[in-house]
C-alpha cells in the first residue's frame, strides 16, 4: 500500500515538473522578440543576440525558484538579458580580434552618424545607457524601467534626463 502511495506521490511531481517546465518555456516564447530585441541593442550582431537570449533564459530557468511575484516575470527577464548582455560587452573587451577590427572598419564607412551614435552610447554611463536604451530603443514606459531595473520611477525619470544631456554633449 506505502509503495503505491509512494509510486503516486513521484508521478504527481513530474507532472508537476513537467507543467511548471512548460508554463516557464510558454512565458518566455512570448517573450522571446522583445528580449532579442533588447539584446541585439546592446550586442550588435544576431548571434550574439541569439546567445545572450538563450543564456538568459538558461539563468532564468536555474533561478524560477528566487522570483517570488510571478506577476514580474516580463521584467525579470529583461533584467537578466540585460545582464548576460553586460558579461558579453564585458568578455569583449578583454579580447579584441583583428578580425573584428577590420568588420568595424567597414561599418565605418558605411555609417557615420550610427557609429558616433554608437560611440556616444559607450561614453555614457551605464545606468543612463540602459534607461535610454530601455525607453528610445524599446519604448518602455518609465514605469516599466523602473520595474526592470528595481528603482524608483523619480529615479528612472532622472537618469534619462541626465543620459539624454550626456548624448547631447558626446554628440
Known sequence: MEKTAEKMKHAEMERSTDTEE???FKRISEQQRKLYAIAFSYLRREADALE???EASC???IKRKKLKNPE???SWMVRIVINCCMDELRRRKRSFPTAELEERHAEEMRSNDRI???RAFA???PKYRHTV???YYHGMTSAEIAKVLRKPEGTIKTWLREGLKQLKAFL
Request: glycine share 0%; charged share 35%; hydrophobic share 55%.
Open 133 to 135: 536604451m530601455l525607453k
Open 72 to 74: 514580474m516575470f516580463s
Open 123 to 125: 561614453r555614457m554611463k
Open 22 to 24: 512548460e508554463l516557464f
Open 116 to 118: 558616433d551614435l554608437e
Open 59 to 61: 539563468r532564468a530557468w
Open 52 to 54: 545572450a537570449v538563450q
